[in-house]
């Protein structure tokens, strides 16, 4: 008789199972078919009987995204009360509690909606909202741009001296910057944060003087000096990046780069030279490494270096011009007689080899033609030395002996 008591009741269970199981299948199916035919306003009790229920199965036929259409559309285009649409933004934040119940890999999604709801519809406190988009962008730091920057918003509006408010925009909009570089949006908000580039650069400076280790924040700050042409105060921040990540080459580019500009020629040379160790086939480092030489008036170890750019891309123009230059300044830093002209033939004819390249440097190649047309030998100085059209001329004497060359009488 037990046995048969026990029978029935797991009969009983099964049937009653079976029974809300169709339920939920009923209910799920009425659901689907008045929000395919967009009769939001039937579908959404039926909707709420299944998420209430065990929405489970339920999920793969899109149950959440369908259910949030349905109640944004009684949200925006219904002509309920006041009263009505306060009731319908608890339930949405209700909703989507129960979304990031079953769904936790869309959290992020659900979570900056929720945050969004708080904001917009209910217009929350900020300090209830921020920690909500916050949380959000942690949970999945893909999430459209359009919450971030609802946060960002949300930041430089009640940033305040009590605060790190505009530290953390900086650090939001950064980030945008860099994943969207060519959107010009976020380089309009950056700077909008401060009054004035100087102020972004102390901003930055207290971002990463308030952790020191942080790469990050140490490249926004040089970043942040170069733009405003702070090159002493980027000098800290590349020095310690290029210490702690050696192997970057950005961090030594600009590292290079700024004692080029401070003139700091021995630290600019040990530099070029680093980045040359690391990117040997970068021909701008090579130009860049002659020009700090061409400066020092060490022309011939510049030469060597523009070679080198030259054997990478016989196409570039740049090292090309800047040979010339290099025979140019050494005519002008020796006494101005016939050798000193033929040196100066030498950088016209140097020049216009630049100028048939058709590249960036073409015109101003052709520009310093005309220009020196004045200081190469004329016809006299070859008829004086019984020099005619076509015999070779050595560039020769002690001002000239590293160029070993050659010029011909026109």
Excluded at 132 to 157: M, S, T, V
Excluded at 271 to 279: C, D, H, P, S, V
Aim: hydrophobic share 40%; with cysteine; net charge neutral.
């Amino acid at each position: 008789m037990k046995v048969v008591k026990y029978l029935l009741a797991i009969i009983f269970i099964n049937i009653t199972s079976l029974l809300a199981q169709s339920d939920i299948m009923a209910n799920f199916s009425l659901f689907y078919e008045y929000h395919k035919n967009k009769d939001y306003v039937s579908a959404e009790p039926y909707g709420w009987k299944v998420i209430n229920s065990d929405p489970t199965n339920f999920i793969k036929f899109k149950l959440f995204p369908k259910m949030e259409e349905t109640l944004w559309y009684l949200h925006d285009s219904t002509n309920a009360s006041e009263d009505a649409i306060k009731k319908l933004n608890d339930t949405i934040l209700y909703f989507y509690d129960k979304a990031i119940q079953y769904e936790p890999q869309l959290a992020g999604y659900y979570t900056a909606r929720k945050a969004y709801v708080k904001e917009v519809w209910r217009k929350d406190k900020p300090e209830e909202i921020i920690p909500i988009y916050e949380k959000a962008i942690e949970l999945d730091p893909n999430l459209p741009a359009f919450y971030k920057d609802r946060l960002g918003i949300l930041y430089i509006a009640n940033a305040s001296d009590l605060n790190d408010y505009k530290l953390r925009a900086l650090d939001l909009y950064s980030k945008l910057s860099e994943a969207e570089p060519n959107n010009p949006i976020w380089i309009q908000k950056l700077e909008s944060i401060a009054e004035n580039i100087n102020e972004l650069v102390e901003i930055t400076k207290k971002s990463w003087d308030l952790d020191k280790e942080n790469l990050e924040k140490a490249w926004k700050y040089a970043a942040t000096c170069i733009r405003a042409q702070e090159y002493e105060k980027a000098r800290e921040p590349l020095e310690f990046l290029t210490t702690k990540a050696p192997d970057v080459i950005n961090y030594w580019k600009q590292l290079a780069s700024v004692y080029d500009k401070l003139d700091q020629n021995d630290k600019a040379i040990r530099a070029y030279r680093k980045l040359i160790e690391l990117q040997p086939d970068g021909k701008e480092n090579y130009v860049n490494l002659a020009l700090v030489y061409k400066r020092l008036d060490q022309l011939s170890v510049a030469r060597s270096f523009l070679q080198k750019a030259m054997n990478i891309d016989p196409n570039w123009d740049y090292p090309v011009f800047i040979e010339a230059q290099l025979y140019e300044q050494a005519a002008r830093g020796c006494e101005f007689d016939f050798m000193a002209k033929c040196v100066y033939l030498l950088a016209v004819n140097t020049y216009r080899k630049a100028a048939s390249m058709n590249g960036q440097f073409s015109s101003l190649a052709a520009e310093r033609v005309k220009a020196l047309q004045n200081s190469i030998p004329t016809k006299e100085d070859y008829f004086f030395r019984k020099l005619k059209s076509g015999d070779t001329i050595k560039i020769e004497g002690e001002c000239y002996s590293w160029i070993g060359k050659s010029v011909q009488v026109p």
